[in-house]
């Protein structure tokens, strides 16, 4: 097809600051969340230095044409480098004043640390005389510049920085300084020569002296870090589709490491990790923003408040900039109340003038969200239902699970910054690669290190906790853990780390690999072997939203249960009733397994309804215990489910006890198992099969579940509401003997009793058969409950068991946008269940549907429920408040 001559090229480059804001937060997909929230505070009039963004499309683009820039895209830069310098009076590459910039990524979705970023963008061997000519600084100047060199030559040139790092250290020592703040500038000067050989020696050519080469250099290097194996594996985490690109900031530079007027810090509108309402930061008097995030220097606190709570003796930013910190503590109000939200900022301070870097909405702990969310509310920031869309479900799961005990002993080896709360235990690891293969080995691990970097992402993920020895409670470690939801302490400064001898020393203590250590994230305690733990108190803020999302929720939320401690706990998170109660697992306690044997083992009926008789009582004390707990809500049982092979022995001792136990002869006991062995047991002889087949079973079970039902009635007066699930159905005539059956034994039972109690019989939908004749299997089933785990197996064609070994790589290569068994494949897997759901209500129009799978606790999943119309989400106990939230988002989001 023949392009338009005539159509307008399309544009990439959007400008900010001096009273141009070609862009604002609602821009975020174009620009990215960085200069979206760039282009916004230059629009109110805060002090931004001036920039442009070069768009997500061009990301895009870039990797589409075999990463190559169009010509239009090299003018419209060159406009917006015209748009500083009109701004700034500093011309790029100019020898007498040079304009400096910064190249920095900015993706829709907060990446800390994922990507790269260039400072002092513009230095040269000409440009770096001007800079000390201009600054009257010529120490400042050669700092810069070495420090421009070294940060090039890493994210451009992907030298080797541990040969600058080197260097640099010896420098020091042979001048016997212990600080980069101790060297002159005659020091940075023969330094940077030295690093200057270093590129040569490694890249074969000279350090580029051409700015605009080292512009795109550093462009390039930021759209490719978007597909770098750490960006990768952050995108995997935290569902950031791949298709999104970065966007790339240029900005001119301001700098923090003028002297003792400058400064540069991070900090945060509210406590990140309690959300108290109370600023939250650190800074550095005469550093760049890389050395806070770094650790390579310990930060001060950013107010008076926050220095006298840690004991520390450095002054905080209140006291050593009063006027600065003024400004700064308007600026965040203004920009809290401007995005409704905590704001993560970035600023620097140029000589006594405040400029602010970067606003975007701050990570934050579940906790914290908790607590701001309604916290907001209570104050009119925001509504109670904003507040129930403010907190990320999935962040719930850090306050559903055990804390330590405050009572136990505690052997407190170190104490660092608490950078991250909870708190958790596991065996010393020194290095990433090493957590992974420990963690996918089945252990709990502890990831120590001196300090973290983006490389360590894997590994931290794998981590139950991590302790690092540098680094504030801003660094990499902190703000990453806290995303992720691991406990983390930080800035353990007595911590000797020797990773290649894989141990670590501290008061006079020796760790090795392999030894168990606790840290405690809330306190910073960091204790040698493993603390006791104690069940979390759910009320307070957590109760609040949970009342305000059950207000706007439509879906019902279930539980996953068949044990007493099970149902309680679901009772207590709010579960409405059971999903989901498989009856097998009560067929495996000790005390009735002889029977099940017994009944297994029987030549015919009569001998297997003798042992059924035994299992009666037990079934029926079962379904009692879990009708009482459930008080009246409905519950889903059921029917006896997997194979029948899976109930008997498998070693030589264990068949000598059966034998002995059952009266039969080890032959007989062997061949029977032998006549009952499956080469595909999960398509074999199991669920509505076994019914047909040895009807006799589910007839105990039916009538076990009625007699219970009965007696819970009569006795409390809470009258239980049984769902009777015939699992594994594929066609109506399976269903409708199956529920002949139950009818049967309902009938029955009331009979003997004189009462009947309401309840319904249906079937789990988890062959895709019955998806799609589910018009026919509803003239018999009053409900249908997804079967998710095993419907996506089928449909797949994919063990799950097996599937961990491949499906990683499938992620990856975007073959499935998510793992299919963690959050449904809606495109596959949910056009059948929106399929039957249809066909299901047209047979029978007040049919009740609902997902008992373990996507029942996965938000997106839960998502794709609101929006199909089905009654109810069933999940495991701890993922009900995690259900209710996300239930209710989804029916704010249909709205």
């Known amino acids: 097809m023949a392009t338009d001559p005539t159509a307008a090229a399309p544009r990439y480059v959007y400008r900010f600051g001096g009273g141009v804001s070609d862009g604002g937060k609602g821009d975020k997909n174009l620009l990215g969340g960085k200069g979206a929230n760039l282009a916004e505070m230059a629009s109110i009039g805060l002090p931004v230095p001036p920039g442009f963004t070069i768009s997500t499309e061009m990301c895009v683009r870039y990797y589409d044409e075999g990463e190559q820039f169009p010509q239009s895209l090299r003018d419209e830069v060159a406009a917006g480098l015209t748009h500083i310098e009109r701004i700034t009076g500093k011309t790029f590459g100019d020898a007498a004043d040079p304009l400096l910039v910064s190249v920095r990524s900015g993706a829709r979705a907060s990446m800390p640390g994922m990507m790269d970023t260039v400072l002092n963008l513009g230095l040269n061997d000409e440009t770096v005389e001007g800079l000390a000519t201009v600054s009257e ?14 940060m090039y030559s890493d994210v451009v040139l992907e030298l080797d920085h541990g040969a600058f790092e080197e260097a640099l250290e010896i420098a020091k020592e042979d001048r016997g300084y212990t600080l980069d703040t101790q060297l002159s500038a005659e020091d940075w000067q023969a330094l940077v020569k030295e690093y200057k050989a270093i590129v040569l020696d490694q890249w074969k050519k000279p350090f580029p002296q051409d700015v605009h080469e080292q512009l795109w250099g550093a462009v390039g290097a930021v759209f490719g870090s978007w597909q770098s194996e750490r960006a990768k594996v952050y995108r995997r985490l935290n569902d950031i589709p791949a298709a999104w690109g ?57 107010t008076l408040a926050a220095r006298e709570a840690a004991g520390a003796r450095a002054a905080s930013m209140e006291e050593a900039m009063p006027e600065v910190y003024a400004e700064l503590a308007k600026v965040f109000d203004l920009l809290e109340t401007h995005y409704r939200d905590m704001q993560d900022i970035e600023f620097t301070v140029e000589r006594g003038h405040l400029w602010m870097l970067q606003t975007r909405a701050g990570k934050r702990t579940a906790k914290a969200a908790l607590k701001i969310a309604v916290d907001m509310a209570a104050e009119g920031l925001i509504s109670e239902e904003e507040a129930v869309d403010r907190v990320d479900p999935a962040a719930l799961d850090q306050l559903l699970h055990p804390t330590l005990d405050p009572a136990a002993p505690r052997d407190v080896i170190a104490k660092g910054l608490p950078a991250s709360p909870g708190a958790a235990s596991g065996m010393v690891v020194f290095d990433a690669d090493t957590a992974e293969k420990r963690s996918e080995q089945g252990e709990s691990v502890i990831l120590v290190r001196v300090e973290t970097s983006p490389e360590d992402i894997h590994g931290m993920h794998a981590a139950k906790g991590i302790l690092t020895a540098r ?33 670590m020393k501290v008061g006079g203590r020796e760790v090795r690999e392999g030894d168990i250590l606790t840290i405690d994230g809330s306190t ?18 957590f109760a609040a939203l949970m009342v305000w999302a059950d207000k706007v929720r439509r879906l019902k939320v279930r539980t996953n249960a068949e044990t007493p401690n099970d149902c309680r706990t679901a009772r207590e998170f709010g579960a409405e009733g059971i999903g989901l109660c498989r009856t097998e697992h009560m067929f495996f306690d000790a005390a009735r397994i002889t029977a099940v044997r017994q009944m297994i083992l029987a030549e015919d009926e009569a001998g297997r309804r003798k042992a059924l008789a035994l299992l009666l009582p037990e079934q029926r004390s079962d379904f009692a215990e879990i009708f009482e707990i459930m008080a009246g809500l409905p519950v889903t ?71 219970a039902a009965v007696d819970v009635a009569e006795r409390t007066g809470a009258a239980p509401i049984p769902e009777v699930m015939v699992p594994l159905v594929g066609t109506a005539r399976e269903l409708e003997l199956m529920k002949a059956v139950i009818d049967k034994a309902a009938a029955a039972v009331f009979a003997d009793k004189g009462r009947t109690v309401e309840y319904l019989v249906g079937t789990m939908i988890e062959v895709p058969r019955a998806a799609i004749k589910a018009g026919e299997i509803a003239e018999y089933g009053e409900f249908f409950s997804f079967g998710t785990n095993d419907l996506t197996q089928m449909t797949l064609g994919v063990s799950r068991d097996d599937a961990s070994r491949f499906l990683s ?36 129009p007040d049919i009740k549907l609902g997902i008992c799978g373990e996507h029942g606790g996965d938000p997106a999943s839960i ?14 106990p701890y993922r009900v408040p995690i259900a209710r939230l996300a239930a209710a988002q989804a029916a704010l989001r249909a709205r």
């Not at 990499?476 to 000797?496: K, Q």
């Open 246 to 302: 970065t966007a790339v900031n240029v900005q001119a530079m301001v700098f923090g490491n003028m002297g003792d007027t400058s400064a540069t810090g991070v900090a945060f509108t509210r406590d990140p990790s309690k959300g108290d309402r109370a600023y939250y930061g650190e800074f550095l008097i005469n550093a760049q923003g890389e050395d806070v995030v770094a650790g390579i220097r310990t930060p001060q606190y950013l």
């Open 637 to 707: 049982i059921r029917l006896l489910d997997p194979p029948l092979h899976e109930f008997l022995p498998h070693a030589e001792e264990e068949f000598v006890e059966v034998a002995k136990a059952t009266g039969l002869s080890l032959e007989a006991l062997k061949r029977r198992s032998t006549e009952l062995h499956e080469f595909n047991p999960m398509l074999g002889h199991r669920g509505c099969r076994l019914g047909v087949t040895y009807p006799e079973i589910y007839e105990m079970q039916a009538r076990a579940i009625f007699e």
């Open 137 to 150: 600084d010529p120490r400042f100047a050669w700092d810069s510049y070495r420090r421009f060199i070294q």
């Open 863 to 876: 998502a794709f429920c609101e929006k199909t119309g089905l009654d109810y989400v069933s999940a495991s």
């Open 471 to 503: 680094g504030g409670m801003t660094s990499h470690a902190a703000v990453v853990a806290r995303g992720m939801g691991r406990p983390c302490v930080s800035g353990v400064g007595t911590l000797n780390i020797d990773a290649k001898a894989k141990v």
């Open 524 to 541: 910073g305690e960091v204790m040698l072997g493993e603390v006791p733990t104690v069940q979390p108190e759910l009320s307070g803020d």
């Open 809 to 844: 790589v499938y992620v990856d290569q975007g073959i499935y946008a998510k793992d299919p068994f963690v959050s449904l494949d809606v495109e596959g897997v949910g056009e059948l269940i929106a399929l039957a759901a249809e066909r299901g209500r047209a047979a029978r």
